[in-house]
């Protein structure tokens, strides 16, 4: 079977701080992959997705990056974190083309001092 | 792209009645999915409507998808305390990206 795998579950970093945080997928091959923001008591906003090994797609401006090394690996990055970027993460996968049922991590809750 | 818009944002049911929260979308939809992410948690995804007027049931939970594909609904029946959480609806428009509307919250009071 499939699982989502995220890390760190919680993480607090001081604004101006880099910030990597790593999402890996286990049981599928080529699994479209996507981050997304979660204000406190938000709906959920599309960060990043990818079809494939280097190909990403950026939904919003901001100071965050993705990237996709590995088949099954996505990574968030930024070089200097915001008081703005404190929010839920979530990476999710899915298997049936970008529309298609998506598939949630755990999430990581980002506090940005 | 399209925008789906999702009411009401908070819904407080006392325990055993019924309720419905309501998707719009601005654009016409190939699917529309529907996620519950309990406190604390991630979303979790619950059901997927693509033919128009397609009506699915889960026990308590009632799915409906427009004639238009442009809006859909989630009603709850005899709603329990296992119920609280957000639900938010998802709908996959011509670009192919699924886009979420902003969830409705749901507390129950027992």
């Known amino acids: 079977s499939q699982t989502i795998h995220q890390w760190p579950a919680t993480l607090v970093q001081p604004v101006g701080s880099p910030l990597s945080l790593e999402c890996t997928v286990e049981g599928t091959s080529n699994p479209n992959l996507y981050w997304y923001r979660q204000a406190a008591g938000r709906g959920l906003q599309l960060l990043f997705y990818s079809i494939g090994i280097g190909q990403i797609s950026s939904e919003v401006p901001q100071n965050l990056s993705a990237s996709r090394p590995q088949d099954r690996q996505f990574i968030l990055s930024s070089k200097k974190l915001l008081l703005s970027d404190s929010g839920f993460y979530l990476c999710?996968?899915?298997?049936?083309?970008?529309?298609?049922?998506?598939?949630f991590g755990p999430g990581t809750r980002l506090t940005v001092l | 792209g399209q925008q789906v818009m999702q009411i009401p944002q908070y819904q407080h049911v006392q325990e055993g009645e019924d309720f419905t929260t309501y998707c719009n979308s601005s654009?016409?939809?190939?699917?529309i999915q529907w996620y519950k992410q309990r406190p604390g948690g991630h979303p979790v995804f619950l059901i997927q409507?693509?033919?128009?007027?397609e009506v699915k049931k889960q026990k308590r939970l009632t799915f409906q998808f427009g004639e238009a594909k442009k809006n859909s609904s989630l009603h709850i029946t005899a709603t329990q305390t296992t119920d609280v959480g957000t639900y938010f609806c998802?709908?996959?428009?011509?670009?192919?990206?699924?886009?979420f509307g902003a969830g409705t919250t749901v507390t129950v009071r027992a």
């Open positions: 654009t016409t939809l190939s699917n």
């Open positions: 998802a709908g996959r428009g011509n670009d192919y990206k699924l886009s």
């Open positions: 999710a996968w899915s298997a049936t083309g970008l529309g298609g049922e998506q598939f």
């Open positions: 409507l693509v033919k128009s007027g």
